[in-house]
């Protein structure tokens, strides 16, 4: 757990929903929609043309950088080798994320942000925020059920929490990029009032910082550590390919953004076709 900081030319709206929970629309003009990356150039505002989105942006947070096995330290004494969620993050992840630019590859060109010592086995763009839906093993947070719009349509095991993995969409300097909720923090894990509410960060150290960065998300975006930032929720039918699907538990796809799991599955359509009309011709000559 998280306590201490330490492109497109065109794009497509993703049709609005009514808030959930309460929540009014943070929006603005200023702010993009979900968009799809078309081209490597930054991805310009769009204006939003309906006030009402299920998602609404949390905006000007401050932002933090973290990273998978980052070492405690006096004032931050949790180590990230361990996540809120997963007891074996650093090696699932494939090693220590090193923060340190000259030991990682950041490359609009290419599209690749990611360590240079290996390639990671869980997506680099990666996030916490201050809420833990989980109390115990066996059980989750009594207002879990209520205040997190998509946990009735997850449907978690009791003790299995149904942030993991969610989508957020983050927006700096003229740029969006897209990350997936992986911890909790910084600082605190129950402010559920301010990731699905309406209420300003509890946190007040570090500028009130509510949300810290994996430094991949950092070097995307240009976003340092105690900037300001805007983000939100998003589906995962709403995330574009980017660098922030080319590693880990993603689709493969390749350069010209064709998905090699779906030719897989249409060849394997081919082939059973192939073999079921090779088995009615050997039955017809019989």
Known sequence: M???????????????????????????????????????????????????????????????????????????PTPNCKSSWDQNWMENFGGYDDPKPANRIADHRNSDFRPKAFIPKLNPFYIALPYNDVRTYRSHKPEASRVIPWFKRVNPRPGRTSLKGQWVQIYH???????????CGPWVTDDWHYVFGNSPPKNRSNQSAAIDISPSVRDYLGLQSGEKCHWRFVEAAQV????????????????????????????EYLRKLRDAQYQKQGGASR
Request: charged share 15%; proline share 11%; hydrophobic share 30%.
């Open 2 to 76: 998280r306590r201490l900081y330490s492109i497109p030319l065109i794009s497509i709206a993703i049709a609005a929903c009514s808030p959930v929970c309460g929540q009014t629309t943070s929006s603005s003009a200023t702010l993009p929609r979900v968009v799809i990356p078309t081209s490597r150039q930054p991805i310009q505002p769009q204006p939003t043309k309906r006030p009402a989105q299920l998602y609404p942006w949390r905006q000007n947070i401050t932002a933090t950088v973290f990273w998978v096995g980052e070492q405690p330290t006096q004032n931050n």
């Open 173 to 183: 300097g003229g740029r969006s990029c897209y990350a997936q909720w992986e911890d």
């Open 240 to 267: 574009p390919y980017g660098p922030w699907k080319k590693y880990g538990h993603q689709p493969t796809v390749a350069a010209d953004g064709s998905d090699f799991e779906a030719k897989r599955k249409y060849l």
